[in-house]
């Protein structure tokens, strides 16, 4: 009983790490795109 728990315990937190990763991943590509549009704008000012 206790290592159906445990090991249930274990593939949530995977999961929750896959999750953060993702979400990592996902910020990281939006920063990106959103500093290449400024950098896009300030080209165009110039």
Do not use: P, W
């Not at 290592?3 to 249930?8: G, K, N, P």
């Not at 979400?23 to 400024?38: E, M, N």
């Amino acid at each position: 009983m206790f290592f159906i728990e445990a090991e249930r315990l274990i593939l949530h937190k995977r999961e929750l790490i896959k999750d953060s990763y993702c979400a990592a991943l996902v910020s990281v590509f939006v920063a990106g795109i959103t500093v290449a549009r400024q950098s896009i704008k300030a080209a165009n000012i110039q």
